[in-house]
Nanobody
Framework: QVQLVESGGGRVQPGGSLRLSCAAS????????IGWFRQAPGKEREGVSC????????YYSDSVKGRSTISKDAANNTVYLQIDNLSAEDTAVYYC?????????????????WGQGTQVTVSS
């Protein structure tokens, strides 16, 4: 059974950083595209960053480009998302999802398996 579990969320002050983890079990993440998405209250779910192991493609949304890094640890079957210089606009529930095997569009419709989400709140 494919499972994805996010962790690392919490409350952070503006200007701070967070590293979110997406741990996969039941399958090998190297065979899939892994995406990070977020959904703020009253807004649609949006793609934040996606990484493809098959062709080494990486995507960042304009909202996090330049202050975010997505990476994967094949040995631990985990994908990480680091976001720096957080602001209130980054407050959302963050989800990881699996799709692929090649990165096309980093949009929710392209991903079939989802984690339960982790809350990120940026507030002073």
């Amino acid at each position: 059974q494919v499972q994805l579990v996010e962790s690392g969320g919490g409350r952070v002050q503006p200007g701070g950083s967070l590293r979110l983890s997406c741990a996969a079990s039941g399958w090998t993440l190297n065979h899939y595209v892994i995406g990070w998405f977020r959904q703020a209250p009253g807004k649609e779910r949006e793609g934040v960053s996606c990484i493809s192991s098959r062709d080494d493609k990486i995507y960042y949304s304009d909202s996090v480009k330049g202050r975010s890094t997505i990476s994967k640890d094949a040995a631990n079957n985990t994908v990480y998302l680091q976001i720096d210089n957080l602001s209130a606009e980054d407050t959302a529930v963050y989800y990881c999802a699996a799709g692929g095997p090649f990165l096309g569009l980093c949009i929710p419709e392209a991903f079939a398996s989802w984690g339960q989400g982790t809350q990120v709140t940026v507030s002073s």
